[in-house]
């Protein structure tokens, strides 16, 4: 595969998986059997139904989530993706609790390497605490010092 469509793959799993009225069933095509999510917020992330269960959460705890790719840049067989997501919490999920109705937007950056024209391993990062602290659920550093 070229560069530009491992990019287009990882396109597709950011409007599939993460966005409103996705396929969850795409993951089948995306990921590889194998397939390692580093997740800075749950721990790993492994195979193919847990990628799904993963998607899943987050739609889950944000029914309006919207993820954007603001910038991607690929060589050999990796895709590195900037992105912003935003949503409001009105789901309850075992990660983050009851629906607590906040809004957060969040931006961050995954590396996902490819294997066989499927995603085989993935690290994501991004603010994990500016998104709990926008749902309310820690504490804002002026708040904790009260």
Known sequence: MTTEEYKAVVRREFEELYNKGGNLDAAEEIYAPDFVG???TTG???GVESAKQFAASMRQAFPDLKASIEDQVAEGNKVMTRFSARGTHQGETVDLGPATGNRME??????ERFSDSKVAESWNLYDALGMMQQ???VPEPEQAEA
């Open 135 to 137: 749902l309310g659920l």
């Open 38 to 40: 580093h997740e800075p």
């Open 44 to 46: 790993d992330i492994r």
């Open 106 to 111: 969040i931006t961050g950056v995954t590396i």
